[in-house]
């Protein structure tokens, strides 16, 4: 089986075939860390942590660089609101960030680089650009000379007229053509800054991203990745800031996933629909959140509600219940039956089919649906009775390994349904007879494996947390 992508810069489904064997250079472009970032963030740090794990289960050796923008014009801006300076301010967010992407099951970056400790080389790149005629100091502020680049627009492929169009030149700006754009901005009165040929001021959005990918990955990696709205501008600038540096490919793959939709509207403040992760955690079961992202192919557009979240825990609890009874089974199986070879292939077909959907594009939606193929495999065997521990373990291992590919975990010490009826029955018996401490006992018992109980005049509710 190969793996291939569908690449941005081509158009296309490319074979998977890194610059070196079995080692990849991955750069994600992270958050501006100015506020908790929002639900349409989520996204891409779930797709491409995702992307990431199931590379390294292909057998790749995976370097993930992601970086933090902590300064720019809105950090600025939150700083001055809030009467806090921009370390501050970043910080707060970095750790929110660090945080909440935790919670959805993403494991951190091998680099998460900070412009603000990357200055200096930040600089160098400029400075290399304008010796190389790419770039031009006007009044404290440097900008990238674009028609010197002749492949500029090849990634969002648009002719240079084409983009052209809608571009101006804002009043204050002193470039020569509308689609050049800001390397480094003077500093103004208060703003934080830094020392540099061109006199006081800080880095641009785009250039940090070269910069840092260079430093940390070197001059081409195998993938650059981001979501959609990421193409043009910045991605584009990336690859004419970089190129014109090196005279190398920047990133030999393109990946950007879709836009998030909220109840089948864009996402805006202004429409009371903004959604931030930080909020979301608190909600909802946050695995949920991962389960629903990679239920669609990372490609499309996806739709967030809570009827959707609905249908996702749904799902997800089906999956896990069904891991839970084969735990449940292993306990009283047996050494050997007639048919565990029959039974052993068809797990092995399975797993074959999940790497096959996964080796279409990381097509995330098909190898779910192929968990639910195996689900329904596992529960049949079951429902017939049969008790071989090397099947039932052969089951109990692809479910691990599949749920760990998408980031989802499975509690070995998950509860039956009957065993928390058994245990809320003895908790009733204990308040009966006045053993509260007892009572107090299972309730955490049951609080701890994520079971939330509710008392009613009509008896005790429970349901998983």
Not at 165 to 190: C, M, Q, S, Y
Not at 289 to 316: C, K, T, W
Not at 410 to 431: M, P, T, V
Request: aromatic letters at 10%; hydrophobic letters at 35%.
């Amino acid at each position: 089986m190969m793996l291939k992508v569908f690449n941005t810069l081509t158009r296309i489904k490319e074979p998977f075939e890194p610059i070196e064997a079995n080692k990849v250079k991955m750069y994600v472009c992270g958050p501006t860390v100015y506020n908790y970032i929002h639900i349409g963030n989520a996204r891409p740090v779930i797709v491409y942590d995702t992307v990431r794990k199931y590379l390294k289960f292909r057998g790749y050796d995976v370097t993930y660089v992601s970086n933090f923008t902590d300064v720019d014009d809105k950090l600025i801006k939150a700083a001055n609101e809030l009467k806090e300076d921009v370390p501050t301010i970043a910080e707060k967010f970095i750790e929110a960030f660090l945080e909440d992407v935790s919670a959805l099951g993403c494991d951190k970056a091998d680099s998460h680089p900070r412009v603000t400790e990357n200055i200096d080389i930040i600089i160098e790149f400029i400075k290399e650009l304008i010796s190389k005629g790419y770039a031009y100091h006007s009044d404290g502020d440097v900008y990238y000379r674009t028609k010197e680049f002749n492949d500029y627009g090849k990634l969002s492929h648009q002719p240079t007229d084409e983009l052209k169009l809608g571009t101006r030149i804002e009043v204050g700006e002193k470039k020569h053509d509308p689609l050049d754009f800001v390397l480094w901005k003077a500093a103004k009165p208060n703003e934080i800054s830094w020392d540099s040929p061109w006199g006081e001021g800080r880095p641009g959005w785009h250039i940090e991203c070269s910069a840092m990918a260079k430093k940390y990955l070197g001059e081409t990696i195998d993938i650059h990745a981001g979501g959609q709205d990421l193409i043009f501008p910045h991605h584009e600038n990336e690859i004419a800031q970089s190129e014109a540096l090196t005279g190398k490919p920047f990133s030999k793959y393109w990946l950007h996933n879709g836009y998030v939709n909220i109840n089948n509207e864009k996402m805006s403040k202004s429409l009371g629909n903004f959604l931030t992760v930080h909020e979301m955690v608190q909600r909802h079961n946050p695995e949920v959140i991962r389960f629903l992202m990679l239920s669609v192919h990372y490609r499309h557009p996806i739709n967030f509600s809570d009827d959707l979240l609905g249908q996702a825990e749904n799902g997800l609890e089906r999956l896990k219940t069904s891991y839970t009874n084969l735990m449940h089974r292993l306990k009283s199986s047996t050494n050997l039956t007639n048919d565990d070879q029959q039974w052993l292939d068809k797990i092995t077909k399975e797993k074959e089919r999940f790497i096959q959907e996964m080796d279409d594009d990381f097509n995330t939606a098909n190898a779910i649906s192929v968990l639910f193929d195996l689900t329904k495999q596992a529960n049949y065997y079951l429902e017939k009775g049969h008790t071989s521990e090397k099947v039932i373990q052969a089951f109990l291992d692809l479910y691990k390994q599949l749920f760990a590919v998408l980031g989802l975990t499975i509690a070995e010490g998950q509860l039956l349904d009957e065993e928390i009826e058994g245990l809320i029955q003895k908790r009733i018996e204990a308040r009966k007879n006045r053993e509260f401490a007892l009572a107090d006992e299972i309730r955490d018992l049951l609080k701890e494996k994520e079971i939330i109980l509710e008392d009613t005049p009509q008896g005790t509710r429970w349901k998983r947390g």
